[in-house]
């Protein structure tokens, strides 16, 4: 079988299981020509588990017009905003703070992202966790577990 062109990527955010040709979504992948309902069909059918969930995905297009789609975990910002109950960061993350971040609740996000994380330990995945939950406005609370 012979391999089909790859014409480019795009890539996305859509909440799990209720994708909907309105939004960003039709307007997205009505310029590049593809399918909006089948894509919309094909991804609510995938993840009817993680209902409500901003999810991130990647969608490979191909030259026929055909395409493929990588679901990825979801933003860290919206993880951090949830295990914290956070509305939204704070607009001066660097004066004025919103929340506060156990390093076992970066643990749970870091282990959730990992696979699409730039990162090969937990350690690592842990410190960008905290970075970004920093740049939200959000303070870590105790030591780090590897600074005893």
Known sequence: MAKKEILGFLKLQA?????NPGGGIGPALGSKGLNIMDFCTQFNARTQDKKGEQLSVLIT???DK???????????SNL???IISLKKGSPESNRKK???LTWDQA????EIKMKDLNAFTIKSAMKMIAGSARSMGVTMSGKAPWEK
């Open 15 to 19: 909440p799990g299981g209720a994708a």
């Open 61 to 63: 297009i191909y030259k």
């Open 66 to 76: 055909s395409f493929d789609f990588v679901i990825k975990s979801p933003p860290a």
């Open 80 to 82: 951090l905003k949830k």
């Open 98 to 100: 919103v929340g506060s």
């Open 107 to 110: 643990k749970e996000i870091a």
